[in-house]
């Protein structure tokens, strides 16, 4: 993350890409696979954002059942303190 930049940019910034990827077609299927790849790509950091915001868990079929909750970094200490 760049110095200037905080999570709400860095949000903006995904969606605003994720959109520039969707709004691409592709008849052929290499690229169109390269397109998707992209986009799984871009969604991920998207959600990895929003978890170091909110603590929320994305809601991709991987995390069903696990509760939301506040980041806990390497030595135990909330991930906002490194901030």
Known sequence: MKPTENYEQLLERFTKRIAQ??????????????IKEQLDYLRGCKDTIEYLMTGKLPNDGNH?????????GKHGKALDVLD
């Open 21 to 34: 990827v969707q709004s691409k077609t592709s008849s052929n299927t290499v690229e169109g696979e390269k």
């Open 64 to 72: 069903d059942g696990m509760k939301d909750h506040k980041p806990i």
